[in-house]
């Protein structure tokens, strides 16, 4: 089954929500076409920032990896390194780009179930709730 996470961005105050503010709704299905859920998306209230695909990959923590998500691991000199997921089309994969000022950016070759346990990755945030982690 297909999972996908659709960001949502708030054009006016909904509820707890702000103008701006941002919803994130986990599914298996999601229709981008006439905006189906959970519920139907009303379009005049919400803008439809993403349509994420779930990776198959999840930490230790449980927390399911979707492309724009934010993982964490600490290097042999103890230094952390953060990586934000993305799903490359060209080659249709995942893979994660170092987000770390003293690093390339660069793509890492073996983002997977293994690599993601063997180095013991954390999930610390996503793109779109904390804009702030993206360096």
């Known amino acids: 089954m297909l999972k996908v996470r659709i960001v949502l961005k708030a054009k006016k105050d909904w509820g707890s929500i702000q103008t ?4 994130i709704i986990h599914n298996e299905v999601f229709n981008l076409d006439n905006g189906i859920a959970f519920y139907p998306i009303d379009k005049k209230q919400w803008d439809i920032v993403a349509c994420d ?10 927390n399911e990896l979707y492309a724009g ?8 000199a103890g230094e952390r390194i953060e990586h934000i997921i993305k799903y490359d089309s060209k080659e249709a994969r ?5 987000n770390h000022p003293n690093h390339y950016f660069r793509t ?3 983002f997977n179930q293994s690599w993601v346990t063997e180095f013991e ?3 610390i945030g996503n793109i779109y709730e904390n ?4 360096k």
């Open 20 to 23: 701006d503010g941002i919803l």
């Open 53 to 62: 695909v779930f990776s198959g990959v999840i930490t230790k923590n449980n």
């Open 69 to 76: 998500d934010i993982i964490r691991s600490y290097d042999s």
């Open 94 to 98: 995942f893979a994660c780009n170092i």
């Open 108 to 110: 890492e070759s073996g």
């Open 121 to 123: 990755k954390e999930y």
């Open 131 to 134: 804009p702030e982690l993206v």
